[in-house]
């Protein structure tokens, strides 16, 4: 007669992984799915949010400030640089900040479907 432990009588059963309850489209897939994309949508808002509002506050920060429209750099006065020079390399700093930190989002996001 041999004695066994009862859990060694019935099959082991394997918890179903992340990446099957995704696939198979179940509930807890479409938990994970939406916080995701609920966590890149929050990330675009505040990117899009402080880019817009920066742009937004440059004609009133001119019309505050009337003697900033006065100073000129190279036959071009500031306003005019700053639109046409300053704008461009820091929307492209803030879409460098999004897809770093997008990518970011989505590295931690597997990270949590390898862990389980």
Do not use: C, K
Request: glycine fraction near 4%.
């Amino acid at each position: 007669m041999t004695v066994t432990h009862p859990s060694r009588l019935r099959p082991r059963m394997r918890p179903a992984s992340l990446t099957h309850e995704i696939d198979e489209q179940t509930e807890l897939g479409e938990v994970y799915i939406s916080s995701l994309i609920r966590s890149q949508l929050r990330l675009a808002l505040a990117v899009l949010t402080v880019a817009l509002g920066v742009l937004a506050a440059l004609p009133l920060v001119f019309r505050v400030f009337p003697e900033i429209t006065a100073i000129s750099v190279l036959g071009i006065t500031l306003p005019w640089l700053i639109l046409g020079v300053v704008v461009y390399p820091a929307f492209l700093g803030a879409a460098w900040f999004y897809a770093s930190n997008a990518e970011r989002i989505e590295r931690d996001f597997a990270d949590i479907l390898n862990r389980r």
